[in-house]
Structures are given as C-alpha cells and as structure tokens.
C-alpha cells in the first residue's frame, strides 16, 4: 500500500533584517509540504491503522530527507523543528491527524535531527490556498521561547477536496533578536519548582 502523491512543494525563507535590525547572521526557516491523496475521503473510516502504518514510514523518510537536503545536509542545523498537516473540505480533521501522529511518521525526523523534544504540530481543515501553520520549537528545549516559531505558506493548488497536505518545518536557529527570556524564568518568578513545574 502506498501514498499516492499529486505534488512535492519545498518553502524556503532567509531573514535578513527583522524588526528594522539586521540579523547578526541569516535566519532560515523552511518547510516541506507533501500533497497526498486522502484514502478516507467522503465517507466514515472505522479503523485508519492500515493506511497510517503503511503509509507513515514511506512519507517520513522521503520528508526528512528532503528537509535535511534543505538545511544543507545535516540535521545539526536544524534547531527548531514541527509539523502540520491540512485536511481538504471531503476529509476529517482525525484524517490529517493520523498521517501526522504516529511514531512511524515523526521518529524519523527526530532521529535525524537528534532531537529531545516533541514535534509542535497543528492538524487543521481547509480548501486550496488554506493557510498552512507549521509551529516550531527548540529541539532539545520545549521552554526555549527564542525558538517558538510558526512557519506560514500556501499552495494555491491544495488541498482539494479528496486530499491531505503533510508537512515538516524547520529552523536552522530562533528569533534574531529574542528578548524575552525562558519559561524557566517564569516558573522561578511565580515560585514554582523548576524540576516540577506543576508544584508550587
């Protein structure tokens, strides 16, 4: 059983200057986006594990080349890291969830790029041209705030109706000019143990 994929879409973004300030070096932020034809369109699906085991596997290791290839072949560039996927109008929002969330789909990106942390995520539902919203965070450092990054591009052709838009996005460091601190400030601040934030 395999994906079938109408398209292949790479975003690539080089920020030289931001907030009126030039960027000590440039900040990348880039994306691959996978356009697949839904398997569960237009009608109620009871079990997805065939399709998301078989096809987990085949487009994590195709995006995860390709985005590693983007960030110059190494995964030690890449900082920030997240996913997304977007459902056409015939779909669920469960459809772009199960392509996206499973071990068999994010491991091998995590492992590419020796990453610690989860893949921040959002599974949503749209037309073509729909907004997709990549989240990024630190690779190793879910309380890194310079890394809490959001990647925003279209395709104009996709999805339709009967199809799911996969994504991987990276970053090769955060915000230029971050300015406002960690979490772990925070949780000192508010008096919480920082190696059990939910104490007080």
């Not at 096809?55 to 290791?61: H, M, Q, R, V, Y």
């Not at 949503?124 to 990549?134: K, N, Q, Y």
């Not at 890194?144 to 838009?165: G, N």
């Amino acid at each position: 059983m395999q994906p079938e994929i109408r398209k292949i879409v790479t975003y690539d973004e080089e920020i030289l200057i931001e907030g009126f300030r030039p960027a000590a070096r440039p900040w990348r932020m880039f994306a691959v986006a996978a356009v697949v034809k839904n398997p569960w369109a237009g009608r109620f699906v009871e079990d997805l594990k065939p399709e998301i085991q078989a096809f987990g596997p085949i487009l994590g290791e195709m995006m995860t080349n390709r985005i590693i290839a983007l960030a110059g072949g190494s995964g030690d560039a890449i900082e920030a890291y997240g996913k997304a996927a977007v459902v056409g109008l015939d779909g669920e929002v469960e459809h772009a969830s199960g392509l996206i969330h499973t071990l068999r789909f994010g491991n091998f990106y995590r492992e590419a790029v020796g990453a610690k942390s989860y893949l921040a995520f959002t599974n949503t539902r749209g037309g073509a041209d729909a907004p997709i919203m990549v989240p990024l965070m630190d690779k190793n450092d879910a309380g890194r705030r310079s890394h809490y990054l959001t990647i925003q591009f279209s395709i104009p052709d996709a999805p339709r109706a009967d199809e799911i838009v996969v994504v991987l996005g990276g970053a090769t460091s955060g915000r230029p000019h971050h300015r406002i601190g960690d979490r772990y400030q925070d949780l000192k601040d508010l008096g919480h143990d920082l190696d059990n934030p939910a104490a007080v």
